[in-house]
């Protein structure tokens, strides 16, 4: 089975300050990962994704994220965030096998402060 | 170009109740998804539709139900409402079945509460 852990709930920093996000995965077989990002009162956003290849991803909004199979990691990286970067944030993962659903995490709250 | 769309946004239903939830797809998207998202988690997995047939099922009671009409839009259907049930429901659409290799669209959800 497969599962997402996201030790962080919320992550405050001031803007134009870097971020990292940090996710870890289980799984017995080959994985995708992805992030979602979700608004206020919105649905979720794709921000990136892993399938295969770099295990540097870049997607929108300037992020990044990093795939580590040694660390079964995937966290998400930001050089520099806005005010508009608040926001809950949501790694999952997918399998060859299950590739019809997403398995997320709890989510992370980034918190930008002026 | 519309997004996907879920009715109500909004819903207070008391135990015991039944309730229909709503979606329509982004046009020329054939499957549809539905996840619930409890306060303070993510969103878990309920069920997928591709071209009106049943691809996959979340770890989810007998109570929770849901269909594909012929013009792709969806219902989530929950019977014998518990305070549990109380969640954000998100819709789902992409061309494809997969939500790996498609892009997956989200709606802005139905917020149910159940009293």
């Known amino acids: 089975a497969q599962s997402v852990t996201q030790l962080d709930s919320q992550v405050p920093v001031f803007e134009e300050a870097p971020v990292e996000l940090r996710c870890n995965y289980s799984?017995?077989?080959?994985?995708?990962l992805f992030w979602y990002v979700q608004y206020p009162n919105q649905g979720l956003q794709l921000l990136l994704k892993?399938?295969?290849?770099?295990?540097l991803v870049k997607g929108i909004n300037g992020f990044e994220a990093e795939f580590n199979k040694s660390q079964t990691s995937f966290h998400l990286r930001k050089p520099s965030v806005h005010i508009s970067d608040t926001a809950e944030y949501f790694c999952?993962?997918?399998?060859?096998?299950?590739?019809?659903?997403?398995?997320f995490g709890s989510g992370t709250r980034l918190l930008v402060r002026p | 170009d519309a997004g996907v769309t879920q009715s109500p946004t909004h819903l207070i239903k008391t135990r015991g109740q039944q309730v229909t939830l709503r979606c329509s797809p982004i046009?020329?998207?054939?499957?549809v998804s539905w996840y619930q998202q409890v306060l303070g988690q993510g969103p878990q997995f309920i069920f997928q539709?591709?071209?009106?047939?049943?691809?996959g099922r979340g770890n989810f009671p007998d109570r929770f139900s849901a269909r594909q009409f012929p013009n792709y839009s969806s219902e989530l259907n929950v019977n014998a409402l518990l305070l549990g049930d109380s969640a954000l429901y998100l819709c789902?659409?992409?061309?494809?079945?997969?939500?790996?290799?498609?892009?997956?669209?989200f709606g802005s959800g139905t917020q149910l509460s159940v009293l």
């Open positions: 789902a659409s992409s061309q494809d079945w997969t939500a790996t290799n498609e892009k997956l669209f």
């Open positions: 799984s017995s077989v080959s994985v995708y």
């Open positions: 892993y399938l295969s290849g770099s295990t």
């Open positions: 999952a993962v997918s399998g060859p096998d299950s590739s019809y659903k997403l398995i």
């Open positions: 046009s020329g998207h054939k499957s």
């Open positions: 539709y591709y071209e009106k047939e049943e691809r």
